[in-house]
């Protein structure tokens, strides 16, 4: 079954560290998609890819950095956590005209 | 941009009652409008898709939307309520339709509560 996985799902670091959230996909989709998710407030786009080798910046600005070396591949680095930080994070993937977007269960980020 | 306003951070019904979640969009050429849901510790999913073929528009769950192009609006409606039916209900409106990124902008989200 097509699915989009991210992992892990909750993690809890300490400020200063180093952490990378995955992203794979299944679905074959080029267009590949993070947001930052805050409670009560809009899904803000931080990184997009078109497909291999393609990365840009999204609206949000964000200290963390992306890589498409595959297809199915959209890790996200943070190189130095900060509380700021702290939120949900969640993948996308889509493909074609139709703009439907399909979303991972997301990882929830906290920094202390 | 595009811009979505979602009226209402937090609706309560009834379970059996109508379900009304308003949403706005800004934009002259109608985009391609969505509503998705969210659950608890979940992503988001897709309910419902709005592409011109049809003002309105049926989705999962026995939700529609009506897109009214004079209103600017697209809100999503369920006759009766169902306690499954309690997450948060996003709307979505896309880039132009040449866009090739297929970007979305999404409302701030409506939580919806649903008394038994």
């Known amino acids: 079954e097509a699915d989009i996985y991210q992992t892990p799902r909750y993690l809890v670091i300490g400020t200063g560290k180093k952490i990378t959230l995955e992203c794979s996909q299944t679905?074959?989709?080029?267009?590949m998609y993070w947001y930052q998710q805050d409670p009560g407030m809009e899904l803000h786009l931080i990184h997009y890819?078109?497909?291999?080798?393609?990365?840009e910046k999204g609206d949000l600005s964000s200290e963390s950095t992306v890589s498409r070396i595959r297809t199915e591949h959209f890790p996200l680095t943070l190189e130095s956590a900060r509380p700021s930080h702290t939120s949900q994070y969640l993948c996308?993937?889509?493909?074609?005209?139709?703009?439907?977007?399909?979303f991972g269960a997301g990882t929830r980020l906290s920094v202390l | 941009a595009q811009s979505v306003t979602q009226l209402g951070s937090h609706v309560s019904v009834s379970e059996g009652a109508l379900v009304l979640l308003r949403c706005n969009y800004s934009s002259s050429v109608p985009p391609y409008l969505f509503w998705y849901v969210q659950y608890p510790n979940q992503g988001l999913q897709l309910l419902l898709k709005y592409t011109s073929a049809a003002t309105l528009v049926k989705g999962i769950n026995g939700f529609e939307a009506e897109f009214k192009k004079s209103e600017t609006s697209f809100h999503l409606t369920k006759p009766s309520a169902h306690m499954s039916d309690a997450a948060e209900y996003f709307c979505?409106?896309?880039?132009?339709?040449?866009?090739?990124?297929?970007?979305?902008?999404f409302g701030r989200g409506t939580q919806l509560t649903v008394w038994p």
């Open positions: 979505a409106v896309s880039e132009d339709r040449g866009s090739t990124l297929g970007r979305l902008y």
């Open positions: 679905m074959g989709h080029d267009k």
């Open positions: 890819s078109y497909g291999v080798n393609s990365t």
């Open positions: 996308a993937t889509s493909t074609g005209g139709g703009n439907i977007q399909y």
